[in-house]
T-cell receptor
C-alpha cells in the first residue's frame, strides 16, 4: 500500500485562486519532505525541501511567496500555490524519505490546471 | 552540482526484445540510485533501488546495475511486453534521507 498520500490528485480552478496540496506520510514520521514539479514530458525538478518545525528551503528560482510550504507535523506537509496563474499549471509531487537506505516514497502527484 | 543524464530519450522496440536503458551521473558520491516507472499523467512507481555498495539488483524481468566509480547505471528489461511502455526515470541521492536528482527519463514504447 501507499506510504505517502497526496491530496488532491487533480485541481482545476480559475486564475487568481490559491490552491493547497497536502502530503502525508503514512505509518512513519518524516522530518523532511520534498516538493517537486514536473512539466510535460520533462523530469522532476526539486522546488523545495520542507522541514518540520522550521522554514522550508527553496531551490534557486523558486518564489517563496508564490509557493508557500508548511510542515506543521511529522506526518504532514502542505504546498500552497498562491494566486495561481496559467503558468503554474503543472504536475506537483511530494516525497518523504525514510532513513536506513529505504526507497524514497512518492505521492501520486497533483495535476494542477489553472484556467 | 549533481547532473543525471538518461540515454536514449525515447526508445521503440517490438515485443519480446531485451533492452537496456542508460543513466549516468556526474558526482559519484551517491548514497543510492533508484529506478522509477511513470505512466502518462501518473505518479512514480519504484522499480529498483541500488545502494552505493551494491553492484546490481533484480526484480522479475528487471535488472539494474550500478558502477559508481564511472557514474553509470543501466536498467535491463528482458522479454519486453507492451505493458512495459512507460517513461523510466533514474534518480540519485547523495545522503540517506536527502533529495533526489532525476534524469529526464527514457520513454519506452513496446509494440505488439
Amino acid at each position: 500500500g501507499a506510504v505517502v498520500s497526496q491530496h488532491p490528485s487533480r485541481v482545476i480552478c480559475k486564475s487568481g485562486t490559491s490552491v493547497k496540496i497536502e502530503c502525508r506520510s503514512l505509518d512513519f514520521q518524516a522530518t523532511t519532505m520534498f516538493w517537486y514539479r514536473q512539466f510535460p514530458k520533462k523530469s522532476l525538478m526539486l522546488m523545495a525541501t520542507s522541514n518540520e518545525g522550521s522554514k522550508a528551503t527553496y531551490e534557486q528560482g523558486v518564489e517563496k511567496d508564490k509557493f508557500l510550504i508548511n510542515h506543521a507535523s511529522l506526518t504532514l506537509s502542505t504546498l500552497t500555490v498562491t494566486s495561481a496563474h496559467p503558468e503554474d499549471s503543472s504536475f506537483y509531487i511530494c516525497s518523504a524519505p525514510q532513513e536506513n537506505g529505504q526507497p524514497q516514497h512518492f505521492g501520486d502527484g497533483t495535476r494542477l490546471s489553472i484556467l | 552540482k549533481q547532473e543525471v543524464t538518461q540515454i536514449p530519450a525515447a526508445l521503440s522496440v517490438p515485443e519480446g526484445e531485451n533492452l537496456v536503458l542508460n543513466c549516468s551521473f556526474t558526482d559519484s558520491a551517491i548514497y543510492n540510485l533508484q529506478w522509477f516507472r511513470q505512466d502518462p499523467g501518473k505518479g512514480l512507481t519504484s522499480l529498483l533501488l541500488i545502494q552505493s555498495s551494491q553492484r546490481e539488483q533484480t526484480s522479475g524481468r528487471l535488472n539494474a546495475s550500478l558502477d559508481k566509480s564511472s557514474g553509470r547505471s543501466t536498467l535491463y528489461i528482458a522479454a519486453s511486453q507492451p505493458g512495459d511502455s512507460a517513461t523510466y526515470l533514474c534518480a540519485v541521492r547523495r545522503t540517506n534521507a536527502g533529495k533526489s536528482t532525476f534524469g529526464d527519463g527514457t520513454t519506452l514504447t513496446v509494440k505488439p
